[in-house]
Nanobody, 126 residues
Framework: QSQLVESGGGLVQPGGSLRLSCAAS????????IAWFRQAPGKEREGVSC????????NFADSVKGRSTMSRDNAKKTVFLQMNSLKPEDTGVYYC???????????????????WGQGTQVTVSS
């Protein structure tokens, strides 16, 4: 069964950090991109970051660029999103998803991505 499982969310104070994990199972990751999206109450789902599983190249939304990094563990088939200097506007449910794509630069648009997990809640509040 193909699935992605997110974890690592929680309640954190502004300025704090979190590391989110996305574990993949049931399908290969070569020639695929994995992305993180988030959705705040009343807002549309937006792309946060993505990684080309084969090359390791990453792409970040302007809203998190410079304070986030993304990495992967080949053996565990897991990607990680490290978010630092968290802000209240980072609050939302974070989802990961996958797309088959041979291009090097991964995209942050929702279109084409599949395998959505259940999401993990991130709340940034004092």
């Amino acid at each position: 069964q193909s699935q992605l499982v997110e974890s690592g969310g929680g309640l954190v104070q502004p300025g704090g950090s979190l590391r989110l994990s996305c574990a993949a199972s049931g399908f290969p990751l070569e020639a695929r991109h994995i992305a993180w999206f988030r959705q705040a109450p009343g807002k549309e789902r937006e792309g946060v970051s993505c990684i080309n599983w084969t090359s390791g190249s990453t792409n970040f939304a302007d809203s998190v660029k410079g304070r986030s990094t993304m990495s992967r563990d080949n053996a565990k088939k897991t990607v990680f999103l490290q978010m630092n200097s968290l802000k209240p506007e980072d609050t939302g449910v974070y989802y990961c998803a996958v797309v088959v794509d041979l291009s090097d630069l991964c995209a942050l648009s929702v279109s084409g991505y599949y395998g959505w997990g259940q999401g993990t809640q991130v709340t940034v509040s004092s």
